[in-house]
């Protein structure tokens, strides 16, 4: 099994999208000044981005997970972001990590164990440190872009590695 994990924040809700979208940037600021609600369910992400990475992934035989714990794979399948056979399934995490360890690389790496799978990662990590032992699978891309043709190459490429 191989899994893409992503950021959602920088991929779907780039610097690039709000550039084009003016009324999609206002809708962002008027979410981070009040977050009554979910990010996702006040302000529309960029489809085309989401239809790129999904198609990329499926190209390349990658099941996709989200990183971070705000938007888990459920609250993406409710929302039809994604179908549960294009998102690795869940699991119990093989690691004993302390209750305040929100660090999304260190729980991306116990849930690739866990399911023994080849992994990668693309989007603002925000722990780059933790994968500099893993130069090949941090996909990385032009911070504030989004999903960007580079990317999407770079994930194309991953059907022919075997590790």
Known sequence: ???LYFDMLSLF?????FHHNESVHAKYKEWFNTRTKTLLEMVEPDFQAINNLRDAASEAGLLLYPLGSCYDREYLIEHGVFSCNELASETELPFR???DDNNSVRQMLAHAHSLNA???VCGDVGSEELLQHY???YLRSESGKGVTSELISKI???KSVDY
Request: net charge positive.
């Open 1 to 3: 099994m191989k899994i």
């Open 13 to 17: 809700y780039s610097n690039e999208y």
């Open 97 to 99: 990590t302390h209750m």
């Open 118 to 120: 080849q992994w990668y």
């Open 135 to 137: 130069p090949d699978r």
């Open 156 to 158: 194309r490429a991953l």
